[in-house]
C-alpha cells in the first residue's frame, strides 16, 4: 500500500552544509539540489575531487564546493557561516563535534548514525537555542524509526518492534565488500549485541540468535544476526508508547560472516593502535583501507536492499502484526544515481531528514530520534524522493 499521507510544504527556504561527499553523501546532494525547499547546497570534504565532479552534474548556481576538515574546530566555524542546516555524513565518531559546532554558529543539524558522544546530553541546549538536532535520519537508524512509529500509532498498545535489514551483495570481484561504512558495518557485526525486552536493555555474544527471514522479493530468505544498533536504544525511550521488546537484525551472508569472525579472531577488527615497523596504525583502519570502498561498489555489484520492520500490538482488543518495508535492488539503483541501493535508501532517508527541517514545518526543538517525527509527511516526502514505502497488517 502507498503512502497517502501529508508532505511538508515549504515554508522557508535554506541553504545547507553537506560535511562528507561519499556514495551516501552523492545521494542526499541529489535530492537537495534541486528540491523547492532548499535554497542551496554547500558540499564539504577534505577531497574535493568527487565534490567537484558531482558540483558539475547539478543544477547551476545550486551548488559550491569546499574543502573541510571534520576535526578542525575552526574550519567547522568558518564552513558553517551561512547556512541554517548541517548534514554530517562523514564518521559517527564526529558526530559531538560537529553538532557542538552547528549549535555554536546557529545551524540545524542533522547525522546518519550514532556514534559514542551521547548527543541526547544536549538537549536541553539545542530546546533553549530553539533548533533541531536530528541524530541517525539515513535508512536504519532512520527510516526503520518513521516505520516503527507509523505503525504504533495505528495501535492501542505496543507488544515488540523488530527491526530487519536485509541488504545483500553478489560479486565475483569483491569475495568481501561492506556496503556502508566498512568501519561501522564491522564494529556492528563482531561487538557484542544488545536488545530490549521488559524494561532492560540486554548484552549478547555477536552473531547471536541466528534465524532465516524471509524477507520479500526482491531479496528473499536471508540469514540474519542480532546486533546493537539505534532503534535498540531508542525506540523504548522516544516512541510515544510504552513497548515490551525492540531487536534489530542485519543479514548477513555465510560467507561473510566467516571471513569477518576470523577476521575478528586474528585481531584485524581491533580499534586500538599497535606499532608497525616504527609507526602507529589501526588494524580495523588498515582493513577497511585495503577493502573495497562503499562509494566505489555502484554497478559492479548484483542484489538487494530492504529495511523491514515488523510491529506487533492490540488495536480494539485485538492482536495485530503491522509490516512496513521498502526495497530496491543495486541494479536500480544504479540505475538512477550510480550507487548501490543501501547507498541510495540511506542518503534518501537523509534527504528526507534534510527536508523536514528545512521545510519550517517541524515545530518539535532539542536533539531529537527520528521516531519523534510525525510519521505520514515523512513517508510522504520518501515515496516523493522515489522509495516506494509497502504496508501491511494483520490479526494474528
Request: glycine share 10%.
Amino acid at each position: 500500500m502507498r503512502n497517502q499521507g501529508r508532505t511538508f510544504i515549504p515554508e522557508d527556504f535554506m541553504r545547507v552544509m553537506l560535511l562528507g561527499v561519499g556514495a551516501i553523501g552523492t545521494v542526499i546532494a541529489r535530492h537537495l539540489a534541486g528540491h523547492r525547499a532548499i535554497e542551496g547546497v554547500t558540499l564539504c570534504d577534505m577531497d574535493t575531487t568527487r565534490a567537484e565532479k558531482l558540483a558539475g552534474e547539478l543544477p547551476a548556481g545550486r551548488t559550491r564546493v569546499e574543502k573541510v576538515d571534520a576535526a578542525d574546530p575552526q574550519a567547522l566555524a568558518r564552513a558553517l557561516e551561512g547556512h541554517g542546516l548541517v548534514i554530517n555524513a562523514v564518521l559517527p565518531r564526529f558526530n559531538g563535534a560537529i553538532c557542538d559546532a552547528a549549535l555554536a554558529a546557529g545551524s540545524h543539524y542533522m547525522d546518519l548514525a550514532s556514534g559514542e558522544d551521547d548527543l541526547f546530553s544536549r538537549d536541553a541546549a539545542w530546546k533553549k537555542a530553539g533548533r533541531i538536532a536530528l541524530n541517525g535520519m539515513g535508512e536504519d537508524p532512520g527510516i526503520s524509526n518513521v516505520f516503527a512509529r507509523s505503525a504504533t500509532d495505528r495501535l492501542d498498545e505496543v507488544d515488540a518492534v523488530r527491526v530487519r535489514d536485509g541488504e545483500y551483495s553478489e560479486s565475483e570481484e569483491f569475495p568481501l565488500a561492506c556496503l556502508f561504512s566498512t568501519e561501522t558495518f564491522i564494529e556492528e557485526a563482531v561487538s557484542p549485541a544488545r536488545y530490549y525486552e521488559d524494561g532492560d536493555w540486554k548484552k549478547i555474544p555477536a552473531w547471536s540468535n541466528q534465524e532465516v527471514y524471509p524477507f520479500p522479493e526482491p531479496v528473499g530468505p536471508q540469514t540474519i544476526y542480532n546486533m546493537s544498533h539505534e532503534e535498540v536504544d531508542t525506540l523504548p525511550r522516544r516512541l510515544g508508547k510504552k513497548v515490551r521488546f525492540v531487536d534489530f537484525k542485519l543479514a548477513v551472508p555465510d560467507s561473510m560472516q566467516q571471513h569477518l569472525a576470523f577476521l575478528d579472531r586474528i585481531g584485524m577488527t581491533r580499534r586500538d593502535t599497535v606499532r608497525v615497523r616504527g609507526g602507529q596504525v589501526t588494524p580495523l583502519a588498515v582493513l577497511s583501507a585495503v577493502l573495497p570502498q562503499p562509494a566505489d561498489l555502484g554497478g559492479r555489484i548484483q542484489g538487494a536492499a530492504i529495511v523491514l520492520v515488523e510491529v506487533d500490538g492490540t488495536r480494539g482488543g485485538r492482536r495485530m502484526r503491522h509490516v512496513l518495508h521498502a526495497a530496491m535492488t543495486h541494479q536500480e539503483a544504479f540505475r538512477r544515481q550510480k550507487v548501490t541501493a543501501t547507498a541510495y535508501l540511506t542518503g534518501t532517508g537523509g534527504a528526507a531528514g534534510a527536508i523536514a527541517i528545512a521545510s519550517g514545518r517541524l515545530k518539535l526543538t532539542g536533539v531529537l530520534s527520528p521516531e519523534q517525527l510525525d510519521p505520514e509527511p515523512m513517508l510522504g516526502l520518501l515515496e516523493e524522493l522515489g522509495i516506494s514505502v509497502e504496508r501491511k497488517e494483520k490479526a494474528i
